[in-house]
């Protein structure tokens, strides 16, 4: 998802589109923040030691439900390499 926003701006008898602000590039939340890892699309905290699945086997200390995954998977939620951790 981008935050950007587009205006037409008048180029010497034509019309040009210019893009105005930010762009996130990988989850699709605007609400990520540099607290939220950036390989998981809920926001998991990057400084947490360790994440497993709820209602799994894991032993914690934090936990999380279904994620997409981008990139590296850190805390090992997408066993099988799909994209997607704690199916």
């Known amino acids: 998802m981008s935050l950007l ?3 037409a701006v008048p180029i010497i008898g034509t019309i040009g589109v210019v893009a ?3 762009f996130l590039s990988g989850p ?3 609400s ?3 607290e939220c890892h950036s390989s998981y699309s ?3 905290d990057p400084r947490a030691s360790d994440y497993d699945c709820a209602g799994g086997s894991g032993n914690g200390p934090y936990y999380t439900g279904k994620v997409r995954v981008y990139g590296y998977d850190e805390y ?3 066993r ?3 994209g997607w951790g704690c199916e």
């Open 5 to 7: 926003k587009w205006a």
């Open 20 to 22: 105005i602000g930010s």
């Open 28 to 30: 699709e939340s605007a």
């Open 32 to 34: 990520r923040t540099p």
């Open 42 to 44: 809920e926001c998991l």
């Open 76 to 78: 090992g939620l997408d």
């Open 80 to 82: 099988d390499g799909n």
